[in-house]
């Protein structure tokens, strides 16, 4: 499995766009890029996945690179309570397993 | 509401001692998970189920043991091997058409051995 990289943190302006950004050069073609965000003493919660495209959902979007090798997480309009770590994650999909691989993710302070 | 409980919330226990955590979830997931996550780290992987009386060892199963009798549970129990047991452990679900990735995770017991 790939590993990733991410900033150990980053801070942010409420109601301005939050990019967290991560690395995976190591990717292969079947992996697929998680991220999973992980509130203060709660457990994580899923936010969004993809392969190649671009994708957006209530919650967020996902940039991949083109070369695959890199991707950002944008959460359009910050507020305090996306105030969190935030995991990027890279697995097979469908895996046989199934489990995730959580590293020390990014610490995004969103701040009034 | 659908979801997965764990509990109880808290949970102290004195060095020496084995103690069961609860996992029940109603989202008729097939796969059932059990992580640990010390202050400050991610997630490490426990034991891992993805049907009824079946499980599969995770990266530190060592001091832990786990049963899955029933879809909805998946308990874990903390036996006196464990060498280090005080953590929060968090306990998740999901399906093999979500990919089994797209997991939903439990608020979390936090365990204290005194």
């Known amino acids: 499995d790939a590993k990733t990289t991410q900033p150990p943190s980053m801070d942010c302006a409420e109601g301005r766009a939050a990019n967290l950004p991560c690395n995976h050069s190591?990717?292969?073609?079947?992996?697929?890029v998680y991220w999973y965000r992980q509130i203060h003493s709660q457990g994580p919660q899923y936010i969004i996945h993809g392969l190649k495209n671009n994708e957006t959902n209530e919650m967020a979007s996902l940039i991949i690179t083109e070369d695959r090798k890199s991707s950002t997480l944008i959460l359009p309009h910050a507020t305090l309570r996306d105030t969190a770590v935030y995991y990027c994650i890279v697995r097979v999909g469908g895996g046989s397993q199934g489990n995730l691989i959580f590293g020390k993710g990014t610490k995004l302070s969103v701040k009034p | 509401d659908g979801g997965i409980t764990q509990s109880p919330k808290y949970l102290f226990r004195k060095e020496g001692q084995n103690v069961t955590l609860s996992c029940e979830q109603n989202l008729n997931h097939d796969a059932m998970y059990w992580y640990r996550q010390d202050p400050g780290q991610g997630l490490r992987l426990i034991y891992y189920?993805?049907?009824?009386?079946?499980?599969q060892k995770g990266d530190i199963a060592e001091g832990y043991s786990v049963s899955r009798e029933k879809k909805e549970s998946f308990p874990l129990t903390v036996t006196s091997a464990q060498k280090n047991p005080t953590a929060f452990y968090l306990c998740?679900?999901?399906?093999?058409?979500?990919?089994?990735?797209?997991?939903?995770f439990g608020p979390g017991t936090r365990l204290t051995v005194l």
């Open positions: 190591t990717i292969s073609g079947n992996e697929y």
């Open positions: 189920s993805q049907i009824v009386n079946d499980f």
């Open positions: 998740a679900s999901s399906t093999r058409q979500g990919g089994y990735y797209e997991q939903f």
